[in-house]
């Protein structure tokens, strides 16, 4: 047979999934891999998908989304960052963020062309990048800039094959936010360069330390150019309905439907269903996850905090716990791998993130208190056991 597209072998499988696959067959497993809340979807929500069948919404909706739900998602940002979109033009809805982040490449991304990350990021960022045929370029981000750029390091990786940088913030896999006072910095970068920059603001509400995090769009000169990714799956707990959104300049967002039109033709109607009521009705869920995520992530500090030789990041958002294990000496991905062989805890080897980040393990801490409090416990042995 004739070779596959270039595109196919270019991405890789994601080393998250090659944990799951170690783990296969072994018992007693305590996971912190899994990058989704442990909670069912509210119960508003999944009522009013099933009244939308029940109501005949059986067939396709319109490729940015139905109407009401693109006009609940303007008025949210409105609210939340005081910014106008138009449901006309402004706003897709789209398969999760995934399918927002993956358009939005799509849309302003040539081959050839750079798209800058951060190292540590989320691992499909590249892939996605590598599917447009276009370079993904890290600039290692440090723990002691919350795992954010520095703007000289930015403006360093900065050519003219430069399109876009990307911000994620609350990030995954550090839990960093990007202060307003750094955001400024960027959008300059941004402005003087004239790139585009793509914000992925999936975990602004799970917030831990005050209030929702500045959004880059919100500074002078970036509403035109910043695409806004936000999705329903962490906030709402509804990773499998397959829900998201983008906001954008109309040039973005109205090629971004086109390029809908022969992906998926729309979102499942039901579905948006659902997320137009999570958007109206009242967020008192939102609160109780958000609360419980806050409580957890307290534990799973204190636990780091007698657990010699590692080293927790505090996450100001999300629900991911960054460690430091280079005390240890051991690359992350050996370190992840005994651990799951000696103590059957697993977590995600920091290289899942970035090159740069081979000394970092990141865990999950969208799970219940015992398995935070076991699964710290065997690594604690885990820890004392290496000392020996
Ligand atoms: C940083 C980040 N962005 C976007 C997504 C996409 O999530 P979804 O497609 O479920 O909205 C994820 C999921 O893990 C994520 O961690």
Redesign the pocket.
């Known amino acids: 047979m004739k070779q596959l597209s270039k595109v196919a072998r270019a991405v890789t499988p994601s080393p998250i999934r090659e944990m799951f696959n170690k783990a296969i067959g072994l018992e007693d497993v305590i996971s912190f891999t899994v990058?989704?809340p442990d909670f069912q979807t509210p119960d508003n929500i999944v009522k009013a998908a099933i009244k939308a069948l029940e109501n005949g919404e059986h067939r396709y909706t319109p490729n940015a989304g139905i109407m009401p739900l693109r006009e609940a998602i303007a008025k949210t940002t409105k609210m939340s960052h005081g910014l106008d979109y138009s449901p006309e033009n402004q706003v897709i809805v789209t398969?999760?963020?995934?399918?927002a982040?993956m358009l939005t490449m799509l849309t302003i991304l040539d081959a050839g062309d750079e798209l800058i990350l951060g190292d540590p990021c989320?691992t499909?960022y590249s892939r996605q990048a590598l599917i447009c045929s276009a370079t993904p370029k890290f600039v290692s981000v440090r723990a002691e800039n919350n795992f954010t750029f520095d703007p000289d390091d930015l403006e360093a990786a900065i050519t003219d094959k430069t399109k876009a940088f990307l911000i994620?913030s609350p990030?995954?896999p550090t839990g960093g936010i990007a202060s307003r006072e750094l955001l400024e910095k960027l959008a300059a970068i941004a402005v003087k360069h004239d790139l585009y920059v793509i914000a992925?603001e999936?975990?602004a509400r799970l917030v831990y330390d005050g209030e929702m995090p500045c959004s880059i769009a919100t500074l002078p000169g970036m509403q035109e150019r910043t695409i806004i990714?936000n999705?329903?799956?962490?906030t709402y707990a509804m990773?499998g309905w397959?829900v998201?959104y983008a906001l954008g300049p109309s040039e973005v967002i109205s090629n971004m439907v086109k390029l809908q039109e022969n992906v998926a033709a729309c979102v499942n109607s039901a579905a948006q269903y659902g997320a137009l009521a999570a958007l109206e009705d009242p967020q008192d869920e939102v609160d109780k996850m958000v609360a419980s995520y806050g409580r957890r992530r307290e534990l799973i500090m204190k636990e780091f905090e007698t657990i010699k030789g590692l080293h927790c990041f505090a996450p100001q958002g999300a629900f991911y716990a960054f460690v430091d294990i280079s005390e240890t000496g051991m690359k992350a991905s050996d370190f992840a791998t005994d651990l799951l062989e000696k103590e059957r805890v697993i977590v995600v080897p920091g290289h899942a993130f970035g090159t740069d980040s081979d000394r970092y393990i990141r865990l999950s801490f969208a799970t219940s208190d015992e398995a935070i409090t076991e699964g710290c416990a065997r690594i604690r042995k885990y820890m004392d056991n290496l000392d020996k």
């Open positions: 990058g989704e398969a999760g963020g995934m399918e982040l989320w499909n994620n990030a995954n992925d999936v975990y990714i999705s329903f799956s962490k990773t397959r998201g």
